[in-house]
């Protein structure tokens, strides 16, 4: 019977690359997001037209959706998630009627 292998994490990999690695300094305290991942930032203009770009087309999509709004970690700059207003009637199945009916 062989040696079962242990686990492979992302901290496992990390420790392989750099032997001084430290699970506990590879999260961001402010947000709790891995420093080593590719996020996008607040200040990146690049990472905003992302943003604007799936914003309007989640707009176009969803026609109950009044409004989208990004949120940013407020220490760092990190998009955290992207915040929605439904609007309440229309996802109900309610319409405005005109008023000639």
């Known amino acids: 019977m062989g040696r079962r292998p242990n686990k492979l ?9 750099d032997p001084k690695y ?5 999260i961001t305290k402010c947000c709790g997001e891995p420093k080593t ?3 996008m930032m607040k200040g990146n203009k690049r990472d905003w037209q992302l ?23 407020k220490e760092c700059g990190r998009f955290q998630e992207y915040l929605c207003e439904q609007d309440v009637d229309q996802v109900l199945g309610y319409r405005k009627k005109d008023d000639r009916n």
């Open 22 to 26: 430290d699970d506990l300094d590879a």
């Open 37 to 39: 991942q590719n996020a």
């Open 9 to 17: 994490d992302r901290a496992y990999f990390e420790r392989k690359k």
């Open 51 to 73: 943003i604007e770009k799936h914003i309007e087309e989640h707009l176009r999509m969803y026609s109950s959706t009044k409004s989208v709004e990004p949120i940013f970690c």
